[in-house]
């Protein structure tokens, strides 16, 4: 069946990268998104990436798709205070389903 | 453009209460669906539409109805509300078809059933 599962917690200092994980079972998935949730709000898209490509880099963002693994990554460089929230890992399957990973919470130390 | 408009934003229901979530979108999106999300679990399809008069259950429908009788409206109804409901609500719609239509959330729903 469809499952995408990431890591719930990562902790980073101001500053650094951060990488957050995602890994997904579903092969005919056409897209591969990223979304951001802040406290109190409703998920916003961040990125996504089409199953045919390996990399797409848009400003600080940097995702990673490794097909043959079924595994998705998100690096933020020089993350903020601002990129604490949960990140969510999604496919789309179907032309219009989508699948949701459990999303991982990113912490960011002054 | 208003996007993705879910009312009420905070509800508390008694056990056994039913009542409706209400979900609008201006984009003239065909597909539309509500999750729920609760802590460590991500977000879990509750049921979708493709288009108006098409409903299909997702992942967790029991304890849910849903009907589409517009394109813009799809509201979801609690029959008879049980703290396992407990939970944030989220409304998504998006487009169907080709390239890659990203899904626009409402701001959610918190309900507490007690």
């Known amino acids: 069946g469809e499952d995408v599962e990431q890591s719930l917690f990562l902790s980073v200092r101001e500053g650094d990268s951060s990488v957050i994980n995602c890994t997904y079972t579903?092969?005919?998935?056409?897209?591969l998104y990223w979304y951001k949730q802040e406290p109190g709000a409703g998920l916003q898209l961040l990125t996504y990436?089409?199953?045919?490509?390996d990399m797409k880099q848009d400003q600080r963002l940097t995702v990673l798709l490794n097909k043959k693994d079924k595994h998705l990554s998100l690096r933020i460089a020089d993350t903020q205070t601002g990129d604490s929230a949960i990140y969510f890992c999604a496919e789309r399957t179907g032309g219009f389903k989508t699948i949701f990973g459990a999303g991982t919470r990113l912490f960011v130390k002054a | 453009n208003a996007g993705v408009t879910q009312t009420p934003k905070f509800q508390v229901l008694k056990t056994g209460q039913s009542m409706t979530l209400q979900c609008a979108q201006d984009m003239n999106h065909e597909y539309m669906s509500w999750y729920r999300q609760d802590p460590g679990m991500g977000l879990r399809l509750i049921h979708y539409s493709v288009g108006a008069g098409i409903t299909d259950q997702g992942e967790v429908p029991n304890g849910y109805n849903v009907s589409r009788s517009t394109t813009e409206d799809f509201p979801l109804r609690l029959l008879s509300a049980a703290p396992s409901q407990t939970s944030v609500y989220f409304c998504a719609s998006s487009q169907i078809g080709g390239g890659a239509t990203e899904a626009f959330f409402g701001q959610g729903t918190r309900l507490t059933v007690v």
């Open positions: 990436i089409f199953s045919n490509m």
């Open positions: 579903d092969s005919s998935s056409t897209y």
